[in-house]
């Protein structure tokens, strides 16, 4: 399942607030008015996309509450076999900076050591929202597909 999550500069900012025995939820103008109850459901359903874990081939993506996001080596149960950068946005980073072809050689420069590399170029391969491909498995390349290339963030 491919969550799809879109953010702009002009995103009306979300509200809530009690009136009586309902919650009011505001957001860009409109209003919804929740029971306690449907307003618990909501934020636990909220609460499960925002920490969400995708899982792909080789990889996963996990999407921590604390706003960090991890690579990990699918079924991993070390540390080794997982990276953890401060945010989805730090890794969106990390790709925009790397070649338009690149190896997991050219990850050791971004402070990447050992297995994470291949596990982290893998990722980029397997998750819709970075626009790459697999070049070569030997040497293990990633092509990033042409800039207008639309993708599933």
């Not at 309902?22 to 499960?48: F, T």
């Not at 401060?86 to 990850?107: N, Q, V």
């Not at 050791?108 to 697999?134: D, I, K, Y």
């Amino acid at each position: 399942m491919t969550r799809l999550v879109e953010k702009f500069s002009d995103s009306p900012s979300p509200s809530a607030h009690r009136r009586g025995d309902r919650v009011a939820v505001s957001v860009g103008g409109d209003e919804l008015l929740l029971s306690r109850e449907d307003a618990d459901q909501l934020r636990e359903c909220l609460e499960d996309a925002l920490t969400a874990r995708e899982t792909f081939l080789n990889t996963e993506g996990v999407h921590r509450a604390d706003g960090s996001y991890v690579v990990e080596r699918r079924g991993a149960d070390s540390a080794g076999n997982r990276k953890v950068f401060d945010s989805f946005g730090a890794l969106r980073r990390l790709f925009d900076r790397l070649p338009a072809e690149f190896t997991a050689e050219d990850l050791s420069a971004t402070g990447l050591t050992a297995g994470r590399r291949h596990m982290v170029l893998w990722h980029f391969v397997e998750h819709p929202g970075f626009a790459c491909e697999l070049a070569s498995r030997q040497p293990l390349t990633a092509r990033k597909a042409p800039a207008n290339a639309e993708v599933d963030q």
